[in-house]
């Protein structure tokens, strides 16, 4: 499990991790779970996102400027914070 906390204008992408065949199909791409997204917690202008998802997709978040950072590859049960 990922935790991110996301403000307006900023995204979260979900893509396959590196050495995975990225023309998987959904079926194949969900075959070990589904992802799922949960809102943890609401502040002013912040939300806290946990996401759980298997591991063959890595998680990337989007700056409001177009800039992506590696968050991790999904993981059952790790934890990590982003701003």
């Known amino acids: 499990m990922l935790v991110v906390s996301r403000r307006e204008n900023e995204s979260i992408t ?4 590196d050495g995975i065949d990225p023309s998987l199909t959904v079926g194949e791409a969900f075959a070990h779970g ?21 591991r063959l997709l890595k998680i990337l978040r ?6 992506e950072t590696r968050v991790a590859e999904a993981t059952p049960r790790r934890t990590a914070s982003g701003s």
């Open 62 to 67: 989007s700056e409001a400027g177009g800039a």
């Open 34 to 54: 589904p992802i799922v997204l949960t809102v943890a917690h609401v502040a002013s202008r912040r939300v806290r996102i946990t996401i759980d998802a298997p």
């Open 14 to 17: 979900i893509e396959p991790a």
